[in-house]
């Protein structure tokens, strides 16, 4: 025992020192990559309403995680997760006012922590938060629903970073399966619509042929105009 004791410490090689040093706790990838791709996008096309209200909703997600946290389970949990629900509130509602993208962030984060069954949380936070906004103050919150252009890459940028986070989280088939679904349906659609298949998965897609996706939006309407549907 006294020779283990006094056995020397040997200092891990210079390579694991450097990976260590380097490699990114899966923690911190999605937060990391989704922090980028906010920048550039809003540096490109404007994406947010603004830095103040989307740093509230951060702040208030944050804040109250480590709250309820520290409440429910004796301890400060890693605030990961709540960065990306602030980003979430900050992108995804609309309104003139501040105090929504605060409400907004505080129901999502609750939600976490009152509904859940055996031991999980029912619904993904920033959505359910924006949900329970648009029903309860629909006069002053408005969802996203503009798309920031059609550029083919900024798609490839998003879906490749979007591919590497789901990778390394171990959700890829998560995301495979939606697609996927997303195809098979659209597909049956087209097909019980008689829209155009290409119509139907480009919002998949973000169709950067802005051209083409144009032409099927007018044969698609001049399609239901001789049906009487428009």
Partial sequence: MSE????????????????????LDNRYVAPAFITCILLAGHLSFGILESYPKTLLAI????????????????????PASAYITGI???ILIRSPAFWPYA???AISITSKYVLRVKGRHLWNPSNFGIS???????DTVASL???WGNYLWPMLVIWA???????????????????????????????????????????????????NHGALQDRTMRRRVRRGVA
Avoid at 66 to 78: E, N, S
């Fill in 4 to 23: 283990q004791m006094g056995a020397p410490i040997v200092p891990p090689p210079a390579r694991a020192r450097w990976k260590s040093l380097i490699s």
């Fill in 103 to 105: 409400l907004c962030s």
């Fill in 59 to 78: 702040i208030v997600s944050i804040l109250l995680e480590l709250v309820l946290g520290r409440i429910f389970y004796r301890k400060w949990l890693h």
């Fill in 161 to 211: 970073l979007g591919a590497i986070i789901i990778w390394r989280l171990r959700r890829f088939h998560i995301t495979a399966t939606y697609v996927v679904s997303f195809i098979a349906f659209a597909l049956l659609r087209s097909w019980i619509t008689g829209n155009p298949w290409q119509s139907e998965i480009a919002p998949l897609l973000h169709d950067h042929r802005s051209k």
């Fill in 132 to 138: 329970v906004m648009l029903f309860l103050a629909g």
């Fill in 145 to 147: 629903s503009i798309q």
């Fill in 88 to 90: 979430s509130v900050g």
